[in-house]
């Protein structure tokens, strides 16, 4: 089955403690790219990446890295939580930039 | 930044009547996207409109695309209480750095 796979789901952490959530598709695209979505603010873009190796900011990247050695992951680093990156995340993939998106998941965050 | 913003930003219906939703953007675009969010979950992507496209339907939805007036619409006829959903529209521009960007959603209730 074609899909985006996240993990964890839920994570409850405290502010310093680095973590990654992961991010998978089988479906050899190109594109992928990572969100967060909070109440009155809709998706907003972290990062994203046109194929392996190339990565780039999306609207609001602070705090967070990604990487992307393979085709199929795209994880999300938080080096240093805090309390306001408690958050719905979300990873997606296309085939190509602009094309249709298909989302995992998402990973429900609460930074203490 | 966020390209598109929907209007209105909630919309309360019966069963059987049709609901629109609209989207404005501000710049160029090379497609308009419109997906679907259940509480808490994945958007799902459901049409895809190109610029040089005026009209698209599927199923029960049809979505419209002006250019001129940098505005889209998305109607759903013959709703049902499982078309309780948000609704988010999202832009591909063609011009600035490679991303989607979305809106901050319709939030669509259809009572039975």
């Known amino acids: 089955e074609a899909q985006v796979t996240q993990n964890p789901r839920y994570l409850i952490t405290v502010t310093g403690k680095k973590l990654t959530v992961t991010c998978s598709q089988n479906?050899?695209?190109?594109?992928m790219s990572w969100y967060r979505q909070d109440p009155g603010l809709g998706l907003r873009q972290i990062y994203y990446?046109?194929?392996?190796?190339?990565?780039d900011k999306g609207d609001v990247p602070e705090g967070y890295k990604v990487s992307r050695k393979e085709k199929r992951n795209f994880p999300l680093i938080l080096e240093s939580p805090s309390p306001n990156q408690t958050s719905l995340y979300f990873c997606?993939?296309?085939?190509?930039?602009?094309?249709?998106?298909?989302f995992g998941p998402g990973t429900r965050l609460l930074v203490l | 930044s966020q390209q598109g913003e929907e209007d209105p930003q909630a919309l309360s219906i019966q069963e059987g009547e049709n609901a629109t939703m609209n989207c404005s953007y501000k710049?160029?675009?090379?497609?308009l996207q419109w997906y679907r969010q259940n509480s808490g979950r994945g958007l799902v992507h459901l049409i895809l409109?190109?610029?040089?496209?005026r009209e698209k339907h599927s199923g029960r939805l049809r979505v419209t695309l002006d250019t001129s007036k940098k505005s889209s619409s998305l109607l759903i006829t013959a709703s049902r209480a499982a078309d309780t959903a948000s609704y988010f529209c999202?832009?591909?521009?063609?011009?600035?750095?490679?991303?989607?960007?979305f809106g901050k959603g319709t939030m669509l209730l259809v009572s039975p």
């Open positions: 997606a993939s296309s085939l190509y930039r602009g094309k249709t998106q298909y």
């Open positions: 479906m050899n695209h190109e594109y």
């Open positions: 990446s046109m194929n392996v190796e190339v990565t």
């Open positions: 710049t160029s675009i090379n497609n």
């Open positions: 409109i190109r610029s040089n496209e």
């Open positions: 999202a832009t591909d521009a063609r011009s600035g750095y490679s991303t989607l960007t």
